[in-house]
């Protein structure tokens, strides 16, 4: 067992300075890779994370080296308190980070600037209007582009998550690139990923050197600028020559970072996931509410990660829907 004063660093000497927070399971899209068709079995209220009991547990982290919180979903957004949430975590002086559908966006750009919320996620994974209506079985395309625009216009760093699945939205590489020659944007493009009834299948991956492949037969090779890793990455990162933003490619299938992973999630619910992939939780809650010390099942939650995805070392295994299909879907974890 791990020092108590060490909780947040794992077996593999994995320091977790990123905590990303699920604020809520409910969301106003319905995604076909993070909600199953027939919808989830909500969590009842009573049982998820209160405006206070967000700020205060999320303050435990941070007393214990986390600096960096972004907030999830569901869709973060909806919650009617998400703003008390938001005013109370600026005061953990952390950088805040949010990832959302947009669609409401329009309603939050002052309480963004007001509590330093800079850093915007948007996951937008098609251009086409039909397209957006078939995976998130709703019409909100104009909306949650527009409100795109809106961000970058008051200069928020935006970056947009597509998530890409073959045969559906892999023929938009190129026209997402696109957006970078006039916008200062980053795209990101995320490989679809196996959870609970979103009928993943490894036909529908598409690979890093698939996207590159596209991106160099249509811009040219000398034109594809291959950029430093952050520390703790998860996008291998790139640019077109005179483009003024660039894109990253987030590979966690087929050509996964877990060796610097510095992730943390706390779900709606809370309870610590200490890998993506994994079906291992761990509830703080309970002895959060029972006025207990939750530091030691932290670290317990730590100290169990597995060295890769969650266990499934092979694409094998990762491959196998009984190893797989045991997570939660996406949206009751957070994205």
């Known amino acids: ?33 993070c909600m199953p068709s027939e919808g989830v079995q909500l969590t ?12 205060k547990i999320a303050k435990v982290f941070v007393a214990n080296g986390v600096d960096k ?3 999830t979903g569901g869709e973060p957004l909806v919650r009617k308190d998400f703003k008390e949430i938001l005013k109370r975590l600026e005061t953990l002086k952390t950088t805040l980070s949010i990832t959302t559908n947009g669609i409401l966006v329009d309603r939050f750009i002052d309480d963004f600037k007001t509590y330093g919320l ?3 996620n948007l996951s937008l994974d098609t251009l086409s209007k039909e397209k957006f209506h078939h995976i998130t079985r709703r019409n909100q395309f104009d909306k949650a582009y527009n409100n795109m625009h809106l961000l970058i216009e008051n200069g928020f760093k935006v970056k947009l998550n597509i998530v890409l699945i073959k045969g559906f939205n892999d023929n938009e590489i190129v026209n997402f690139i696109k957006l970078t020659k006039d916008l200062p ?33 249509y811009f040219g090779a000398n034109e594809l600028i291959k950029l430093e890793n952050e520390k703790n990455f998860t996008s291998r990162d790139y640019k077109i020559s005179g ?15 877990c060796d610097g992973c510095n992730r943390i999630r706390l779900t709606a619910n809370g309870k610590v996931k200490n890998c993506l992939f994994s079906n291992n939780e761990t509830d703080i809650l309970t002895a959060f509410r029972n006025q207990e010390s939750i530091e030691e099942l932290i670290a317990k939650a730590i100290y169990k990660k597995l060295p ?3 266990g499934m070392n092979s694409f094998e295994q990762l491959n196998d829907p009984k190893q797989h299909s045991n997570n939660r879907s996406m949206i009751t974890i957070g994205g």
């Open 1 to 33: 067992m791990q020092k108590q004063d060490n909780i947040l660093t794992d077996t593999l000497g994995r320091k977790h300075n990123y905590l990303r927070i699920s604020l809520t399971e409910k969301c106003n899209l319905r995604c076909t890779y």
């Open 44 to 55: 009842p209220r009573q049982h998820l994370m209160n405006a206070d009991e967000v700020y």
């Open 69 to 71: 919180i972004r907030l």
């Open 118 to 120: 800079k850093n915007i």
């Open 185 to 217: 944007v980053v795209i990101r493009f995320i490989e679809f990923m196996p959870f609970d009834g979103n009928n993943w299948n490894k036909s529908k991956l598409v690979t890093q050197n698939e996207i590159l492949e596209q991106t160099t037969n």
């Open 243 to 257: 483009h003024r933003g660039e894109f990253g490619i987030i590979s966690s299938v087929s050509n996964p970072f």
């Open 308 to 310: 890769v995805r969650g």
